[in-house]
């Protein structure tokens, strides 16, 4: 068992930047892969960017690609997402989440979630 509580969400203008922080809890952090995933009203809940336990390895939704920037500190046991170039597009609840599997990019493969933090981008 792992709990993941966000933080850092918050109302920009277009053009900003925000910093999410995913805090971990329980079993021990590195012992899983994470990812981040965000959901707009009205849409299904999609992939943000992703990680391996190490951090060696990271990937990216091509939406976000260039201008979010994935990563953790295991011994912090958190993992950030840096977002720059904010576009009002980008508006949703994101959502931290972690995974026993190595790496993994669908919903289905997380068992873990936190509760999300709202980010809102104006024009």
């Known amino acids: 068992q792992v709990q993941l509580v966000e933080s850092g969400g918050g109302l920009v203008q277009a053009g900003g930047s925000l910093r999410l922080d995913c805090a971990a809890s329980?079993?021990?952090?590195?012992?899983?892969?994470m990812g981040w995933f965000r959901q707009a009203p009205g849409k299904e809940r999609e992939f943000v960017a992703a990680?391996?336990?190490?951090?060696?390895?990271?990937y990216y939704a091509d939406s976000v690609k260039g201008r979010f920037t994935i990563s953790r500190d295991n011994a912090k046991n958190t993992m950030y997402l840096q977002m720059n170039s904010l576009k009002p597009e980008d508006t949703a609840v994101y959502y931290c989440?972690?995974?026993?599997?190595?790496?993994?990019?669908?919903?289905?493969?997380?068992?873990?979630w936190g509760q999300g933090t709202q980010v809102t981008v104006s024009s």
């Open positions: 989440a972690a995974t026993a599997a190595i790496f993994a990019t669908t919903p289905q493969s997380y068992p873990y």
């Open positions: 990680l391996t336990r190490s951090g060696g390895s990271t």
């Open positions: 329980g079993r021990t952090f590195n012992s899983f892969a």
